[in-house]
């Protein structure tokens, strides 16, 4: 949709498959799971789409930091070696709260990707 998507892929230098996002404008990233995949996808059209090129190796790309919370939250948890328990305890939260930000963000999404299918941008 809208040029994104996540592509299952074979790396001969990582152990199994590994999932692929892509779009417009983006450096491909890849992950080891396809939910982390798709969240990441969400943050992208959440923002309306980023680059990472440029932020560095820590860095966060401006687009996201604006969008606030919720959506820090979900792009933290696209991160390696970041889940629910370090974001948690990075934001001095319970981790359930963390998945709810998330959620919000999944819904979001959702409802960007469905208004464009309904606009025939697909």
């Known amino acids: 949709m809208l040029g994104v998507r996540i592509v299952e892929c074979h790396p001969t230098d990582a152990d199994g498959v590994r999932y692929r996002f892509e779009a417009p404008h ?3 990233i890849t992950f080891e799971n396809p ?3 798709e969240l990441y996808a969400d943050v992208y059209f ?3 789409g980023f680059e990472e090129d440029g932020t560095g ?3 966060v790309p401006p687009e996201i930091i604006q969008a606030g919370r919720d959506t820090l939250v979900a792009y933290f948890l696209t991160q390696p070696g970041v889940d ?3 974001v948690a305890s990075f934001y001095g939260v319970k981790p359930e709260k963390v998945r709810r930000y998330a959620s919000r963000v999944e819904k979001r999404a959702a409802g960007i990707r469905e208004g464009a ?4 941008m697909e």
């Open 26 to 28: 983006h450096t491909g």
């Open 117 to 120: 299918k309904e606009r025939g």
């Open 84 to 86: 629910v328990n370090w």
């Open 35 to 37: 939910e982390t995949a």
């Open 57 to 59: 190796d820590r860095g």
């Open 46 to 48: 959440d923002v309306n």
